[in-house]
C-alpha cells in the first residue's frame, strides 16, 4: 500500500509537470497590477505637458487616463525624452506610448499600433484678408513662413513658394500677420492650438492636404489581448462623446477625422 501510495505521487507530479501552464497575457497583467504604464515627453503642449501647477496635462494625457479607466486600472505616466520614448517599449519601462506616435510602416514593422485615435493634415494659414491664396497652388511666387529643414518648408517650396526662414510655428504665424510673409504651411493641429489660445488673431486655414497622417497608441507585439482592450476603449471613448469633450477643450475642433 505505502509502495502504490508513492507511486500514485510520483505519477501526480510528472502529470503536473507535464501539464503546461498558461502565462498570464499582457493585458492580465495589466489588470492584476491595477496599473496602465504609459510612456509620454510631458514637455510636447497641447498633447502632453504640464500646466502652471506642475500637473501633467494634455491632449494625450486626457486619452490615456479614460483608456486606463475602460481597461479598469489607473494610469501611471512615466516621462521621458522623444528620442529614446519609443525604445523604452522595449526595456518594458510601460506598457504603451500615447505621444502623437505617427503610424508608419517603419514603425508598424517592429510594433503594433491601436486604431488611429488623431489626425493631423498640412494647412495652409495666410491672414484673414487673403483672397490671393486660396489652394497649394495659389503659393507659385509667394513667400511662406517655413523652417528650412522641415516637411512642410519642402512643400512650400514643391508649390513655387520663396521661402522665408523662421526657427518654429509662432514666428512663422508671426511673420503672416506682420504680413511678412504671405502664407506658411503648418500641423494643422498646432493651427488649431494657437486659435483656441489667440482666437482673435487674424489667420485662417485657406487649404488643407487631401491625405492626413495618423496617430495612435503604440505597443509591443505579441499582445493581441491587450491592443484591442485599448481599441474597445477608443471606440468607447468616442461613441459617448467623451472624445469630443478633450478634442473641444483643446483645440476647439474634431481632430479624429
Same mark, same amino acid.
Do not use: C
Given at each position: 500500500?505505502?509502495?502504490?501510495?508513492?507511486?500514485?505521487?510520483?505519477?501526480?507530479?510528472?502529470?503536473? &509537470?507535464?501539464?503546461?501552464?498558461?502565462?498570464?497575457?499582457?493585458?492580465?497583467?495589466?489588470?492584476?497590477?491595477?496599473?496602465?504604464?504609459?510612456?509620454?515627453?510631458?514637455?510636447?503642449?497641447?498633447?502632453?505637458?504640464?500646466?502652471?501647477?506642475?500637473?501633467?496635462?494634455?491632449?494625450?494625457?486626457?486619452?490615456?487616463?479614460?483608456?486606463?479607466?475602460?481597461?479598469?486600472?489607473?494610469?501611471?505616466?512615466?516621462?521621458?525624452?522623444?528620442?529614446?520614448?519609443?525604445?523604452?517599449?522595449?526595456?518594458?519601462?510601460?506598457?504603451?506610448?500615447?505621444?502623437?506616435?505617427?503610424?508608419?510602416?517603419?514603425?508598424?514593422?517592429?510594433?503594433?499600433?491601436?486604431?488611429?485615435?488623431?489626425?493631423?493634415?498640412?494647412?495652409?494659414?495666410?491672414?484673414?484678408?487673403?483672397?490671393?491664396?486660396?489652394?497649394?497652388?495659389? &503659393?507659385?511666387?509667394?513667400?511662406?513662413?517655413?523652417?528650412?529643414?522641415?516637411?512642410?518648408?519642402?512643400?512650400?517650396?514643391?508649390?513655387? =513658394?520663396?521661402?522665408?526662414?523662421?526657427?518654429?510655428?509662432?514666428?512663422?504665424?508671426?511673420?503672416?500677420?506682420?504680413?511678412?510673409?504671405?502664407?506658411?504651411?503648418?500641423?494643422? &493641429?498646432?493651427?488649431?492650438?494657437?486659435?483656441?489660445?489667440?482666437?482673435?488673431?487674424?489667420?485662417?486655414?485657406?487649404?488643407?492636404?487631401?491625405? =492626413?497622417?495618423?496617430?495612435?497608441?503604440?505597443?509591443?507585439?505579441?499582445?493581441?489581448?491587450? &491592443?484591442?482592450?485599448?481599441?474597445?476603449?477608443?471606440?468607447?471613448?468616442?461613441?459617448?462623446?467623451?472624445?469630443?469633450?478633450?478634442?473641444?477643450?483643446?483645440?476647439?475642433?474634431?481632430?479624429?477625422?
Amino acid at each position: 500500500m505505502k509502495l502504490s501510495k508513492s507511486l500514485l505521487a510520483i505519477g501526480l507530479v510528472q502529470l503536473a &509537470l507535464a501539464t503546461p501552464v498558461l502565462a498570464q497575457s499582457a493585458l492580465d497583467q495589466i489588470k492584476e497590477a491595477g496599473v496602465l504604464r504609459i510612456g509620454t515627453e510631458g514637455t510636447y503642449a497641447p498633447f502632453t505637458f504640464h500646466d502652471a501647477s506642475g500637473a501633467l496635462v494634455g491632449f494625450d494625457v486626457e486619452i490615456g487616463r479614460e483608456v486606463a479607466e475602460r481597461l479598469g486600472v489607473e494610469a501611471e505616466f512615466v516621462e521621458g525624452p522623444w528620442d529614446g520614448l519609443i525604445a523604452g517599449i522595449d526595456a518594458n519601462r510601460y506598457d504603451v506610448v500615447i505621444n502623437q506616435v505617427g503610424i508608419n510602416e517603419e514603425r508598424q514593422a517592429k510594433y503594433d499600433f491601436s486604431e488611429p485615435y488623431i489626425a493631423s493634415k498640412a494647412a495652409l494659414v495666410v491672414k484673414g484678408d487673403n483672397a490671393d491664396i486660396a489652394s497649394f497652388e495659389d &503659393l507659385a511666387g509667394k513667400r511662406s513662413a517655413q523652417t528650412l529643414t522641415s516637411n512642410y518648408g519642402k512643400l512650400a517650396e514643391s508649390y513655387g =513658394a520663396e521661402i522665408v526662414p523662421t526657427e518654429g510655428f509662432d514666428q512663422s504665424i508671426a511673420l503672416v500677420l506682420q504680413g511678412r510673409a504671405d502664407a506658411t504651411i503648418n500641423d494643422s &493641429l498646432s493651427f488649431f492650438d494657437f486659435k483656441k489660445q489667440q482666437p482673435d488673431a487674424d489667420v485662417k486655414i485657406a487649404a488643407t492636404e487631401a491625405d =492626413a497622417d495618423f496617430s495612435g497608441v503604440l505597443l509591443a507585439k505579441g499582445k493581441p489581448e491587450l &491592443l484591442e482592450a485599448i481599441n474597445t476603449a477608443l471606440a468607447a471613448i468616442k461613441d459617448d462623446g467623451t472624445y469630443a469633450e478633450i478634442s473641444q477643450k483643446y483645440f476647439g475642433e474634431d481632430v479624429s477625422q
